[in-house]
């Protein structure tokens, strides 16, 4: 989910971006600070990390404690990136990227790094190369719509991530969701067509409004078919990739993708009330789905308020790719405080859970 964008500032792709010397030289990590006032007390067995900015997407990070959290803002005063959760502390960071680097084959199709100032990470996705550093690749919408990719590296002190190039999206595609392919390449989800005013009005009544597209290097974009769904929303793909999990949010489904060399079947697994928003693979091979419970019009109404918490009923289940069952692991009413579920991730025996419009990270144990 996409809540609207607003900034004062207006980015030229051309002009020369405001680079401090810290950025120059190497990122660099800022705990991260609670609002004054702000009440951080749990809610029953939901205890919260506080002091984020709509973190819409989430991800554990493979053999590790940590937890790579997105930050869908663009309108501050400072640079900002991502955070970082320690899930055996209970801690959370924020992480600045290193933007004063070059682009790097193959992610050499942008002009340069983003403004820093109005970079803001929407889907996120971490490749596992088996030794450090990964690498991550984020949906941004600040400034330009593009997939930003960084090199991430975990240490003693904290992480180090730099900026090391990026992917113009195609000017067709509202880009929301991001998955990585074998062979560098990526998958993009397409929450509607950008261009297309009544592709919104199609998606509330579970008609065709989104599309999935691949990157690969050398011969770049193209739309995979079959996947036009009722707004395509997060995304996953299998660890052989040959297939694609796509949370289609205006109808409540899990759709299952073959892709191009896969004889397996496309299915459609329905998540009932469940409006799924980011999908993740878990370390046991099943897939994470977090999402909104209310009518589509209620939760686009709510990404597109002013007020800065969407209290919305949210739920996160758990679906098996082989025998597609689905396990509710929470269900919550949401409250003034936090609601309105984007994404979860499992680490440490807990469950932490992010929004699309909220000021904390929730986490529940997991029984």
Known sequence: MRPPVRSSRIADHRAPLRLSLAFATAAF????????????APDGAIRYLCGTANVEDLVAVPRT?????????TTREKPAG???IDADRATLTEVVPDFGGQAVAPYTQCPGPPDPLLFGSHGISLRDRGNQPYELYAINHGGRE???????????AGARIRWKGCLTVPDSVSANGITH???SAVAVTSFGIRGDPGSFARMMVGEPAGKVVEWHPGTGWTELPGTAFPGDNGIAAAVDGGTLFVASWGDATLRVVPRPGNRGAARSISLG?????NVHLAADGSLLVAGQVAAPKTILDCARSREPICGLPYRVV?????????????DAPGTPRFGGASAAAESGGTLWIGTFRGNRIARVPLN
Do not use: M, N, Y
């Not at 940590?66 to 869908?72: D, E, K, N, V, Y």
């Not at 758990?318 to 929470?330: G, I, T």
């Open 82 to 84: 991502f955070f970082l």
């Open 29 to 40: 990590v800022l705990p991260s600070s609670q609002a004054a006032g702000q009440d951080c």
């Open 318 to 330: 758990k679906v098996d790719p082989r025998s597609f069952a689905v396990k509710v692991l929470f």
């Open 65 to 73: 404690r940590f937890i790579l959290a997105g930050h869908l803002a």
């Open 273 to 277: 009330d469940l409006h799924p928003d």
């Open 181 to 183: 392919l074998p062979g």
């Open 146 to 156: 593009t997939v930003e990719v960084f090199d991430v590296e975990l240490g003693g």
